[in-house]
């Protein structure tokens, strides 16, 4: 079965630096893939997705993600952290063969982003 | 234009009592979707509509839940005999085109809580 898991559960950087989300999917067909982002007491909003193309993606607010196969990942960077990033993030995949789009997700990574 | 709706934003009932959530999508989204998150988990798959029918219900965890789709537009999820486990947000998601995977838009939830 499809799954994907997120190393960290929390990660706190301080403001300014390195932001490294971690996710990795198992399948042996590359799914598509996606990062959300969940602010307090909202819905999940996507930040990027990777479907075909180009392995490098770039989202809102800063962030990029690279797929890369032979690992099986999709982390989420963004070089210079802003207080606003702390939020929620969420990996996801769709296999390639659905005809649903019904999202797998991870269980998700708690930013902390400290002044 | 609007995003997904979904009422109440929160609700308190008592174990036992049964309750409806509804979930407004976006006009002209055919795809939608229910997702259960518990405190400090990812998001779980709970149904899947496409139009008035629900090919994949695979999520729904007992019998006590049910969920129907009319006009192709508005979803209510029915918790029959809540269960304090069945404490979660309840969070909808619309699609305008799964097959092609346009991403999901999700709505802020229902925060539900049973004492």
């Known amino acids: 079965a499809q799954s994907v898991t997120q190393l960290g559960s929390h990660v706190s950087v301080s403001e300014g630096a390195l932001v490294l989300l971690r996710c990795n999917y198992s399948?042996?067909?590359?799914?598509?893939l996606f990062w959300y982002v969940q602010y307090p007491n909202q819905g999940l909003q996507l930040l990027l997705k990777?479907?075909?193309?180009?392995?490098l993606v770039k989202g809102i607010n800063g962030f990029e993600a690279e797929f890369k196969k032979s690992e099986t990942s999709f982390h989420l960077t963004k070089p210079s952290a802003h207080m606003s990033d702390a939020a929620e993030y969420f990996c996801?995949?769709?296999?390639?063969?659905?005809?649903?789009?019904?999202?797998?997700f991870g269980q998700g990574t708690t930013l902390q982003v400290k002044p | 234009g609007a995003g997904v709706s979904q009422s109440p934003s929160n609700k308190v009932t008592e174990k036992g009592k049964d309750v409806e959530l509804r979930c407004d999508p976006i006009?002209?989204?055919?795809?939608l979707y229910w997702y259960r998150q518990r405190l400090g988990q990812g998001l779980e798959f709970l149904i899947y509509?496409?139009?008035?029918?629900?090919?994949?219900k695979s999520g729904l965890p007992s019998d006590r839940f049910s969920a129907e789709r009319t006009g192709e537009s508005v979803s209510t999820l029915t918790i029959q005999r809540t269960q304090q486990e069945d404490s979660a947000v309840y969070l909808c998601?619309?699609?305008?085109?799964?097959?092609?995977?346009?991403?999901?838009?999700f709505g802020n939830g229902t925060r539900l809580t049973v004492t």
């Open positions: 998601a619309s699609s305008f085109d799964p097959r092609n995977n346009s991403p999901l838009h």
């Open positions: 996801a995949v769709i296999r390639s063969s659905s005809n649903t789009g019904k999202l797998i």
């Open positions: 006009s002209g989204h055919t795809a």
């Open positions: 399948s042996s067909v590359p799914p598509y």
């Open positions: 990777y479907t075909t193309g180009a392995t």
């Open positions: 509509f496409q139009g008035n029918s629900a090919p994949d």
